[in-house]
């Protein structure tokens, strides 16, 4: 048999063949642009593809010429895929004339386009290329780089780069490129440079050939590199301007260059890496190497030719060709055009606005670097203004102000250059280089030197401190071509006699059989010997294979395999240069062999491998010489797991040059050809291990039987003579012998049908007595350190029920060695293991002293074997441990095990740090010192956060570590008990900032899911598509436009659940469907009057409508997420009505009554802010997205223009791009402009933002130059651009924008008109703005104090003397209007409200007494005649907002703003008394009295906006009443009609503010009140307030509240100013676009549970608490969500709370972020139901609970489960079906009763406790302890998990855990005892039967009878009884008594109870009794 293995070893067959032709050439095949017109102008027509495909592929092939074939290339690369998948994919790049098409394809999946580019000219190449963008810019760390994986297509002039997610960039070229290089950090250009490169003359320094590109919109930087002068020893740092210096490849882990030097012929190797600033000052200082005459020209020359690019012109003339077109040496080096940012602005502030520019700027986007062009003598007439004539001197253009230098990016460090050659022997430049790694992790990068069919491969490796690369040996291999296989650490070498050779590292594995391929045939090869052995084995003296297996810095062998395959072998103590030490043998003989050769070649008959290329993970295609493609696939190591981890301990264990050796045996015996292998692979393994260490298998009885096993190799079999027909004793035998029938005999079934064994009956001469071993061996050596790894994969497999299989397979294999090795100990704990598999293993092979000798022991192999269960037992037990020994990297189980053990056992909170020396002791291999502490990098835990318990740091820790639930279930359920009681005591009370991970891990789906939602980038919600798709109820038709369809229903629904309100409000806030117009005709009215009438009621009517668009804005706000590639729709505004009773229509177009021109235009304004309010800011949408909206071919839209401002205020107008803001402004369209200006700045609110401020300053003439044009900008216009101002610089204080803005509250009206008409809203806007720049500053106003600004204030607000005007705006105000006489004194009707809010918003919240007694109401009949009744209202606002701490929610505060005699003069407010003084004047006294009523309502309602606040709602809710009632008293003229409204909107509007988003019932009944008032005073204003009212009742559809922070109170003041619109065009007190500035006080506040396991929304009960404040104390307050939550500010903490939900707390004192994310994602919390509750909507009280009504536990059915019951305690399917089959009664009796019984009451315990996981533990308990006392157990593994569970229990720190935990315990305790007597109980039996003897004749050493020996083996490891050495030790010969036993063996820590049992058997012989 042996030898067979070794014929075969020779060849390794390739795995399956197929043909390959890149995808991309049928694709472009049929490309559009394949027939394109352009493209056939561009190329002959005999380059386009031949239309038609009749010819075939292969025919087209072989006719392509030279010429054509520079027509296509490709490239490949592994697939690069998502974390999490493991896709094995193909991606290609192909390339061929404009086109480059990205595929991808595996052998699963079909190729398929991913991306394809046509671009304007040919592609010289496309590359993959990541760009790396520093995140965060202000620290730019490694770690905040994000990648952008890239496509770059290298065009003459420009690189295209196209990102994966979409984004272009075109970056032009300023030189002409020779190739581009992919790195780690970008791109590397090569110049490229003309063959008549000019001798520089004297002045000039030679200009750099490479540079770097770090990011598409960077500049292109001159690399620099850093290399040592030998000779001096100098390091010199240079640009790189040599140009005989060519890269032939890149790389970027690790990151390294490799040049070739044509000038001197040699390769030389360079590290890149990021320029150190020190680097960079030296190049810039001195560009040229020292000491040179070039010294003088300074950097600026370089910085010159780089700038100098002309703009737009093209760079297809070589900038670097025409020197000799210079007859001057002095003429100009600077080009005439050199621009840069210094001298074109526009360009910079372009750049500056926007990092993406658009293409069109062409090659100015290039920042700043122009194009070097020499090639020109005359200026072009499209330079700039700097250009020089062309004749002007070196001097003169220096003088020119010079740009700043170019400043260089990345350095190459020199590394490593090849020696020196022969002279005669010519070098030529690396056709192809990669680096490759051997089976042992050595690295080499290897180069293909074609000319002289050499593939040589220098070894390097990283420095011990991993900063930098050591090269080392070069070895030449001849081959003429070669190509990696990364996957298997291979390459593939194919020889220059058409071999296909692998070869790893450089040792040769064995040829590549590939089937179907003719093997070349050389008529010589045959005559020459061919070596027999395989060339792993040779020994010679350089390499002695097995006697010192630690010698690591043997030299490597290189040789030169000649085309015969004889392995010439040069002794490697030589300097490893070629030629060998030998040179005259060695050349004669290949000189001679290589003319042979290239005659031979030629003759070849048939097709031959002509080369290789696209290498991918182990798939390589092969060209062949007639142009075929041939795609071949290496087969892998191995494709066991068994086999795979047992080869990486051995890898680990070995040396590596022995290590490699066996892997390479392993590889050609595992991969033979002859078709796949009918041995398993385990067996395979084995045979070919022994083989190794010396052992014969065929004559080991059980590896003969492995042999046996499958058939032979077919290659094999096929020469044998064919059996007869009618079979043989033998193949009886062979049945009876073989493996399969063993395992039959073992089985439960043979058991139970009490079949008997069968023996077989071996012929004498069969049995081999002495068997040896054959030390010469490769392994012989090394067999105890092999034997010790694989004890410890042996005990890692024990620790993975998945690996079973293998530990059984694999413990025969350790119980033969231990045998042979005389390892008692260890062949004992085997046995102990396995009991019935060591029955059949009895021969041992000697091996004498002699041979013992020369093995290597080594110190780790301990005499008594390590256990990983003993070592978990007696930590359990607390006993001493001696760390156990692991191999990192391998057994990362047994580190994981041990470490948590140690933490949550033994409670050593250090047990998961670094270095786990205390508990694990790490076996030192030969070799990998670095790859080891790699490991350990990568695997140390640290618990992440500081959790208190031990519990959660060791569930954070395994997070940490990536352990899921599904590792968890293959751990053996005795070990896993710890790990499961720690994630148990975990679950109740998590902390709320744990990860996805770890909730998961303890079975919060609730927590992961809100930690995942959290995780994903802030896109719609997963359950957002759930809630909205089913959102549209059924009457689908009539409401499909009104702009409300898409409100969250279910949610809607939920929250207000008792009513219809929603709906209603729908109905009240609709303007798409015509108004009733309800008008009876009088008999005595014509029928022309009637149409009037009607048309006068529907004009009425339409006032209400055109106010309806700014509630309807605030009901859907954020409630959308627009299709990117849909426009957005916008409800139409219909202003028709319908008469009844026919239907007729009625119009106002029909000329019959006035209409106002322009009537229609604001509202629909706020039509278009509503529909655009509805897009949610977390939506995907950009500026392209933005313009496509507005309507093509049209003007632009006042809808249009809302629908700008409103994606200004909801975020996304920051992405439009400066050129379409540009375009918009340029139209002139006012209302756009003012919609687009306010927008833009509530999106930069507070930044400061200089662009938007230059925007908005061309509106505002005050704030442009004095001297500057002016600008007729309408009057809206501006005031929106003031009020812009104060958005943009919100609470900045900014001194001149506060200072004009100042100026401008008292702006006089000018000569020419301007500023004349609606000035109020003018300076009101100003007076808003500067309180917004100063908000809340008061008197710690910085750098201000000169400018008074409150006195300032307080004179426009009271009147008086105009002060002179400061600064440079003197002039303007010169000549005063010709329309307008004021006078010298400040108008006070225009500033009082602007001077007033601005006080109140500059002192917000300050509570400065002082400015709000100037606020006062005055308290004089004669004071209250001076000041407008509405001025007090505002009066009174300010002065509540100052003393906002003393707002109080009564009567009492409202009543302790009126001053005394407007008090006493106005008892009540409807009826008139009859004891007035005649002198009172009643009308002011009223007037003034109800509007500090409503400034002081309004106050009240901005303090507690957004809170429902009770008190506040029923003191707000009296005074509507008190209004409502007095509108329709008499004495309603007194005050005045349109006062009362007035002050009725104020205070309803307060109201709102106060239940905003609430949806109150009784405020949603005064708004349908007022909406069903529409005659009389209700005018356009008061309509519009009424159902702002109603918007904000049902703000965002109840999803949002109000905030009172102070930049939402600024903005609540600009959206509700008290005094309204007259009618719809009326913008002279405020400008009516600002009433939608309430979205900036929007927060999202409502909280949502959702069940995680349906994934709806439904009810929890919440608990909040509030922090202790200066109003209250602490206080809880039990909600039921959905619910608002109060501002969170005042919160401490919130809490999910039972008895239904799990609980979830979080906890607001460390920072409100986590709520704040959840709310702002919709609000979504997951909640998740505890067993057997229903939700409240199923049960409200809670009556229904299955805990309450299936059992009591008294119940006497308790244990009779109905499956029906289970099935609402859990939704588990693996529950519900446990139910269904194992616990219902049959009616047929067969099955037990007890189990069922038992089986009910486990399933009732784990639902009910929610510990469903530890179902399969109690089922694998019971089943393990019945199959015990069926005397069935065959291996004792289950009694080790059972005994472990008990210990655990009975270990102390649990005792001492359970005196304080709330949660019970996981394993009930009674069934454990219960167990335990069971267990005891058998085994007791056992014992007195007949175990007492056994169990003498085991302790004595004597041979034990086999058919016991299971339960032996099963008492022994359950009562814990030591080895017969461990006994032997103690001396217990001769012990008498039970007391000196008791003492001799208190050292071995055996349990008394185990003593009790031993005691009789060991002081009285068997048979005697217990004690």
């Known amino acids: 048999m042996s030898n067979v293995y070794e014929e075969r070893v020779t060849m390794i067959a390739a795995g399956e063949m197929q043909e390959f032709v890149p995808f991309g050439r049928d694709h472009c095949r049929r490309h559009p642009s394949a027939t394109n017109l352009q493209l056939r102008q561009l190329q002959p027509a005999s380059e386009l593809w031949s239309s038609d495909g009749d010819a075939g592929l292969v025919g087209s092939l072989r006719e392509v010429t030279i010429h054509e074939k520079q027509k296509e290339s490709w490239h490949l690369r592994k697939g690069s895929c998502d974390i999490g998948e493991e896709l094995d994919y193909d991606e290609e790049l192909y390339v061929t004339g404009n086109m480059v098409i990205w595929s991808r394809g595996s052998k699963s999946h079909a190729s398929s386009v991913y991306k394809a580019f046509t671009v304007d000219s040919p592609v010289l190449q496309a590359l993959w290329c990541d760009f790396n963008i520093p995140q965060d810019k202000t620290e730019c760390m490694e770690a905040q780089e994000k990648t952008e994986k890239c496509v770059c297509i290298v065009q003459r002039s420009c690189v295209n780069v196209h990102t994966v997610d979409g984004k272009d960039y075109i970056a032009p070229l300023p030189f002409q490129v020779a190739d581009v290089w992919a790195n780690k950090y970008g791109l590397i250009f090569e110049r490229n440079n003309p063959v008549q490169e000019v001798p520089l003359s004297p002045l000039r320094e030679p200009l750099p050939t490479m540079f770097s590109m770090l990011h598409p919109l960077d500049e292109i930087a001159p690399l620099v590199c850093k290399s040592t002068v030998a000779v001096t020893n100098i390091t010199r740092v240079q640009y790189i301007a040599d140009y005989t210096l060519k890269i032939v490849f890149s790389s970027s882990t690790p990151s390294l260059i490799m040049t070739y030097d044509t000038a001197q012929c040699l390769h030389a190797v360079w590290a890149l890496r990021k320029i150190k600033t020190e680097e960079q000052n030296t190049v810039l200082r001195c560009p040229s190497t020292a000491g040179t005459p070039q010294q003088i020209v300074t950097s600026s020359s370089l910085t010159a030719h780089l700038r100098s690019v002309s703009k737009g012109e093209s760079p297809i003339a070589s900038p670097f060709q025409n020197f000799s077109s210079f007859p001057n040496p002095n003429r100009s080096i600077v080009s005439p055009g050199a621009h840069s940012r210094s001298h074109s602005p526009s360009i910079s502030n372009m750049a500056a606005l926007s ?95 074609e000319s002289r069919h050499q ?129 005259e043998l060695n050349d004669s003989t290949k000189i001679h062999d290589s003319l042979y050769m290239d005659d031979c070649t030629f003759h070849q008959i048939g097709t031959y491998i002509h080369s290789l290329r696209d290498p991918v993970q182990n798939r390589v295609t092969l060209e062949m010489s007639n142009g075929n493609l041939i795609r071949i696939t290496t087969p892998e190591i191995t494709n066991s797991q068994l086999v795979k981890k047992c080869l990486q301990a051995i890898r680990y264990i070995l040396p590596k040059e022995v290590a490699v050796q066996v892997l390479i045996k392993w590889y050609n015996a595992y991969n033979a050809p002859g078709g796949p292998n009918y041995h398993s692979e385990w067996n395979m393994f084995v045979i070919c291990l022994m083989n190794m260490m010396g052992y014969s298998t065929d004559r080991l009885m059980w590896t003969r039987n492995l042999d046996l096993e499958g058939s032979l190799s077919p290659v094999i079999a096929a020469k044998k003579a064919r059996p007869s027909e009618i079979g043989s004793d033998e193949d009886w035998e062979y049945l009876l012998s073989c493996d399969y029938h063993h395992n039959f005999e073992s089985h439960l079934l043979a058991k139970a049908l009490h079949l008997d064994p069968l023996e077989v009956l071996h012929p004498k001469e069969e049995i081999f007595p002495n068997l040896g071993l054959d030390s010469t061996t490769l392994l012989f050596g090394h067999i105890p350190a092999i034997f010790f790894v694989l004890h410890l994969i042996y005990e890692e497999l024990k620790l993975d029920n998945l690996m079973r299989d293998g530990a059984r397979s694999l413990v025969i294999l350790l119980y033969q060695l231990a045998r042979d090795l005389k390892l008692d100990m260890y062949m004992d704990s085997y046995w102990r293991d396995y009991p019935f598999l060591m029955k059949a293993l009895k021969q041992t092979c000697q091996i004498d002293q002699a041979q013992t000798r020369l093995m290597h022991q080594p110190p780790f192999l301990t005499a008594e074997p390590p256990s990983i269960y003993h070592w978990l037992s007696s930590c359990l037990n607390a006993d001493m441990m001696s760390p156990f020994p692991y191999l990192p990297g391998i057994c990362e189980r047994t580190k994981l095990i041990v470490q948590s053990f140690a933490l949550y056992i033994l409670g050593d909170e250090k047990a998961l740090s670094l270095e786990p020396s205390m508990y694990l002791s790490r076996i030192a291999a030969g070799q990998r010192k670095q790859q080891a502490e790699e490991d350990d990098k990568r695997l140390s835990l640290n618990p992440g956060t500081l959790s208190s318990s031990l519990a959660a740091k060791l569930v954070i820790s395994l997070t940490n570590l990536g352990f899921t639930l599904k590792d968890l279930e293959s751990v053996p359920f005795g070990v896993a008990l710890p790990i499961r009681d720690a994630i148990y005591h975990c679950r109740e009370q998590p902390s709320s900032d744990w990860s996805e991970a770890a909730c998961s891990l303890i079975g919060r789906q609730d927590l992961s899911k809100q930690a995942h939602e959290g995780n994903l980038h802030k896109t719609k919600s997963a359950l957002g598509h759930v809630l909205l798709s089913d959102g549209v109820s059924g009457n689908e038709a009539e409401e499909e436009e009104d702009g409300m369809n898409d409100m969250n229903q279910d949610l809607m629904s939920l929250i207000w659940n008792e009513d219809l309100r929603v709906q209603e409000v729908r109905r009240l806030l609709q303007s798409t469907h015509p108004v009733r117009v309800n008008v009876v005709q009088m008999p005595e009215v014509s029928d022309h009057e009637y149409i009037e009438e009607k048309e006068n009621r529907l004009l009425q009517l339409c006032q209400r409508t055109m106010a309806l668009p700014p509630g309807r804005g605030m009901f859907t706000l954020f409630s959308y997420h627009p299709v990117p590639t849909e426009p957005l729709p916008i409800p139409k505004l219909n202003l028709t009505g319908r008469a ?15 209409v106002p021109p322009n009537m229609a235009s604001w509202a629909s304004f706020h039509n278009g802010v509503a529909a655009g309010l509805k897009v949610a800011p977390a939506s995907q949408i950009d500026s392209a997205w933005i313009v496509y909206n507005r309507q093509k071919n049209t ?692 014992l007195h039967a007949s175990g007492d003897v056994l169990l003498h004749s085991y302790l004595s050493s004597h041979p034990v009878e086999e058919s016991q020996i299971n339960m032996l083996a099963c008492f022994l490891v359950y009562h814990s009884i030591p080895t017969l050495q461990q006994i032997a030790a103690t001396g217990i010969n001769g012990t008498t008594c039970f007391s000196e036993l008791l003492l001799k063996f208190s050292r071995l820590h055996l349990p008394v109870q185990a003593l009790m049992r031993l005691a009789p058997v060991i002081l009285g012989g068997p048979q005697a009794t217990l004690i």
């Not at 200026?379 to 260089?408: A, F």
């Not at 220098?458 to 930098?468: G, H």
């Not at 209004?1523 to 007194?1534: D, I, Q, R």
């Open 455 to 583: 593939l040589r491969c220098v070894k390097f490796e990283e420095s011990n401190d991993l900063t930098q690369l050591i090269f080392g040996t070069v070895t030449v291999i001849q081959a003429k071509d070669a190509a990696p296989v990364e996957s298997v650490n291979t390459m593939v070498v194919l020889e220059s006699n058409g071999n296909l050779v692998l070869y790893t590292g450089i040792i040769r594995v064995g040829k590549v059989f590939i089937a179907g391929l003719p093997t070349p045939s050389l008529s010589m090869s045959n005559t020459l010997p061919r070596p027999s052995t395989p060339l792993g084995s040779i020994s010679t003296p350089a390499r002695p294979s097995s006697r010192h297996p630690g010698t690591l810095d043997e030299a490597f062998i290189f040789r030169s395999t000649l085309s015969t395959g004889v392995s010439i072998e040069t002794d490697s103590a030589a300097p490893a240069v070629w030629p060998s030490p030998v040179p």
């Open 355 to 449: 990092r993406s520019h658009s293409p069109s700027l062409g090659t100015s986007s290039f920042s700043g670097v122009q194009r070097f062009n020499l090639s020109t003598n005359t200026p072009s007439p499209k330079r700039g203004r700097n250009s020089h004539s062309p004749n002007s001197t070196l001097s003169d253009s220096l003088l020119v102000p010079e740009t700043e230098p170019v400043i260089p990016e990345l350095c190459l460090d020199h590394l490593w250059t090849e020696s020196m050659l022969n002279i005669r022997e010519k070098n030529s430049q690396a056709a192809k280089v990669f680096i490759t790694s051997d089976l042992c992790g050595q690295k080499f990068l290897c180069y293909l030197v």
């Open 1140 to 1154: 009844p009773p026919r239907n007729t229509t009625v119009d106002l177009n029909s000329g019959n009554i006035d």
């Open 1195 to 1886: 003007e632009l839209t006042n809808e249009y223009a809302g629908l700008l401002m409103a994606l200004g205020l909801n975020g996304h107008l920051s992405k439009l791009t400066t050129m379409s803001i540009h375009d918009y402004l340029s139209k002139g369209h006012e209302m756009t402009s003012i919609g687009l200006l306010l927008g833009i700045s509530a999106a930069k609110l507070g930044t400061m933002d200089i662009s938007v401020t230059r925007l908005l300053s061309i509106h505002i003439p005050a704030l442009l130059p004095p001297t500057s044009t002016e600008l007729d900008v309408p009057h809206n216009l501006q005031v929106a651009a003031v009020m812009g101002i104060g958005l943009v610089y919100q609470g900045t204080a900014h001194r001149h924008i506060a200072e004009v803005l100042l100026t401008e509250i008292g702006r006089p009206p000018g000569p020419e008109m301007e500023n004349c008409t609606d000035r109020e809203s003018y300076s009101l806007a100003s007076g808003l703005a500067l309180g917004m720049v100063c908000l809340g500053h008061g008197s710690n106003l910085i750098g201000m104090s000169d400018l008074n600004v409150p006195d300032q204030l307080y004179q426009y607000m009271v009147g008086g003397h105009r002060r002179a005007q400061p600064g440079t705006h003197r002039e303007k105000h010169k000549s005063p209007s010709y329309q307008i006489k004021e006078g010298d004194t400040v108008n006070v009707d225009v500033t009082c409200p602007g001077a007033t809010l601005a006080l109140a918003l500059l002192y917000l919240k300050t509570n400065n007494r002082s400015i709000a007694d100037w606020l006062r109401a005055p308290d004089t009949q004669y004071l209250l005649d001076f000041v407008k009744p509405e001025f007090l209202l505002m009066r009174t606002l300010a002065r509540g907002l100052i003393m906002w701490d003393e707002i109080k929610p009564n009567p009492t505060w409202v009543n302790s703003n009126i001053p005394p005699i407007v008090r006493q003069n106005n008892a009540s407010l409807n009826t008139i008394d009859g004891q007035v003084s005649e002198d009172v004047d009643l009308q002011t006294m009223r007037q003034a009295h109800i509007n500090i009523i409503a400034g002081a309502c309004m106050a009240m309602g901005l303090r507690f906006a957004g809170s429902s606040n009770a008190a506040a709602f029923n003191c707000l809710y009296k005074y509507v009443k008190m209004f409502l009632e007095s509108v329709s008293s008499p004495v309603a003229t007194l005050a005045g009609h349109h006062n009362l409204e007035t002050c009725l909107s104020v205070v309803l509007l307060s109201l709102a503010l106060v239940m905003a988003g609430t949806g109150n019932l009784k405020v949603l009944q005064l708004c349908r009140l007022m909406h069903k008032r529409t005659g009389g005073e209700m005018n356009y204003g008061f309509h519009m307030a009424a159902h702002m009212a109603l918007g904000l009742l049902f703000l965002g559809g109840g999803r949002y509240s109000l905030c009172t922070s102070n930049s939402a109170i600024a903005a609540l003041l600009c959206a509700l100013y008290p005094r309204f619109p007259a009618h719809s065009t009326d913008n002279r007190y405020h400008l009516q676009a600002l009433r939608h500035l309430y979205v900036l006080a929007a927060e999202p506040r409502l909280l949502v549970p959702v069940d995680v396991d349906t994934n709806t929304p439904c009810y929890a009960l919440i608990k909040i608490t509030y922090k202790a404040s200066q109003w209250c104390e602490e206080m809880p307050v039990n909600l039921m969500a959905p619910s608002l939550l109060p501002e969170l500010h005042l919160l401490k903490e919130i809490k999910v709370k039972g008895p239904k939900y799990w609980e979830i707390m979080m906890d607001l004192s460390k920072g409100p972020q986590g709520l704040q994310s959840i709310l702002s994602k919709d609000g979504f919390l997951y909640v998740k139901l505890r067993a057997g509750h229903l939700s409240y909507t199923e049960d409200p009280k809670g009556f229904r609970s299955l805990l309450a009504q299936t059992f009591t536990h008294r119940n006497p059915e308790f244990l009779s489960i109905k499956p029906e019951a289970v099935s609402a305690f859990t939704s588990d399917p693996a529950l519900l079906s446990f139910a269904e089959y194992f616990c219902k009664h049959s009616k047929k009796e067969g099955q037990k009763q007890d189990v069922l019984d038992l089986f009910s009451s486990i399933l009732y315990e784990c639902v009910t406790q929610e510990k469903p996981e530890m179902l399969p533990t109690y089922i694998a308990i019971d089943q393990a302890v019945r199959r015990l006392e069926r005397k069935e157990m065959s291996e004792t593994f289950e009694l080790w998990q059972i005994k472990l569970m008990q210990q655990f229990y009975n270990s102390v720190c649990l005792q001492d855990k359970f005196k304080n935990s709330t949660t019970g315990l996981l394993i009930n305790p009674e069934f454990l005892l219960a167990m335990k007597n069971t267990l005891d109980k058998t085994l007791d039996l056992w």
